[in-house]
């Protein structure tokens, strides 16, 4: 051991090394209240042992500073023991470290640790663990502390601690010379059963996951607005796709059309020429008979058969007009279906124009027939038909 009373007073042996051995005080130890003897040389670490040899913890090896801290906390807290008695501890928040507790100031949390404890034991055995320190209160433990140098409290510990239901915590010996503990203020620890963050990290804590669910959502979201662009890509194709098959169907249906209507211009025109031929020939021979009637019996035409040969051609010119208004109109139509070019329009005019021509001169042939034979019958035709 390295730690020994000497008039009441926890010391290190260290201490007395340039003191004379009659000269020392007597020391005796810590834990058990034996006398012991301080071992002072060269060769070995300044030290003491027991004058008997005993079983007492304080004969295993322990650094010095653990030693001395343990030593002194207890010894604070056995001058605190009565029946009031509060010990406070000051903890820091377990992201300390982080950015979010660094902008809050690292601010510590003071939570009351035990209260009215009237015994403190050190290296007292509770259960299959043995702590630095424990605070009991009519011969039950009702806290522990550990002392941290150089091993803290492992997760193993930590387990059977728990199991217990024993609250304790962990005091670093890291500076501890240099500010030692005042009972009047908080304990400084480390960790403990009540390890934990502050209210600001954990608000912080909550933001972050709150973050990282709006980033999957946004994550989603895109993914989502991803694909449905490329839905409405594939749909605008499609649409382009229809639109040219449309476009393609509504060409072919308009050539068919146009093809439809001028066979259908061409079949009635060729029908109308037929029937005009038709015509023609039979007024043809029924003028080569009425001639060689006229011929045979050398009867003049009546007035009354005249008459209705001009009203005939009357009714006969009608018709061919109104056949020709309607040619117009068909052609108009035909024109304004199939949109043909000026040019063709004019072509297609002259065609129209030198087929009325030809009507025109056949109908002059006629009216100069029905001239001749009524000049005839008034020079010395007779009124009676033949």
Known sequence: MTIVRVDGAACDVADFAGIPSRKRRPATCLGCGDAVIMKLGNQLQHHAAHVAVIACVYSEAEGALHLRVKFAIAEALKSMAQAGCTLVIRWYCAERLAASCKRHGGIPVTPTFAEGWDEVEVEYTVGTRRPDIVLKRDGKPIAAIEVFATHAVDDEKRADLAALGLPWCEVSTAGY????????????????????????????????????????????????????????????REREALKAQLQQAREQARRELEAKAQKAVLEREAQREKIYREREAEREQAERKFKGQREAHNVPISEGLRKQRELEAKHEREQREREAEEDEAERERYLRRTKIEPKARREHAQRENWRLSRLSRRDLELARQAVHLRCHDKKGGSDRDP
């Open 177 to 236: 010379d240099a500010a030692p503990w005042d009972p009047s203020r908080p304990l400084e620890v480390v960790s403990g059963s009540f390890d934990g963050i502050c209210d600001a990290c954990e608000r912080e804590a909550q933001l972050r996951e709150a973050r990282r669910e709006l980033k999957a959502r946004l994550d989603k979201a895109r993914c989502d607005l991803e694909d449905a662009k490329a839905q409405w890509e594939d749909a605008k």
